[in-house]
């Protein structure tokens, strides 16, 4: 059993950036992807980045890319993610996720899920 726990969320002006921390309790990601995933008001939960462990292997959908960067500490108990030259399309509640599955987008895919951390990004 996976418990995760999502931090770092808050309020930046657009350009600004957030690093979120996603802890998990319970066993490492020895051998799981991590993703991240967000959801905005009205609209349904989409898949941001996700890393596999071991090898590090990662994915990011393409409205991120070059701007997110997501990674994990040497313990492997917490994901980061990096969110640099933040947009108010960005604002959502941010949601980390694992899965044994091999960086799977769907939110179907994902076993455990934490609770979410609020990301509001004003013009």
């Known amino acids: 059993q996976v418990q995760l726990t999502e931090s770092g969320g808050g309020l930046v002006q657009a350009g600004g950036s957030l690093r979120l921390s996603c802890a998990a309790s319970?066993?490492?990601?020895?051998?799981?992807?991590v993703g991240w995933f967000r959801q905005a008001p009205g609209k349904e939960r989409q898949f941001v980045a996700g890393i596999r462990w071991p090898g590090g292997n990662t994915d990011y959908t393409d409205s991120v890319k070059g701007r997110f960067t997501i990674s994990t500490d040497i313990a492997k108990t917490t994901v980061y993610l990096q969110m640099n030259s933040l947009k108010p399309e960005d604002t959502a509640v941010y949601y980390c996720?694992?899965?044994?599955?091999?960086?799977?987008?769907?939110?179907?895919?994902?076993?455990?899920w934490g609770r979410g951390t609020q990301v509001t990004v004003s013009r």
């Open positions: 319970g066993r490492t990601f020895s051998t799981y992807t």
């Open positions: 996720a694992a899965t044994p599955l091999l960086l799977p987008t769907l939110e179907i895919e994902y076993n455990y």
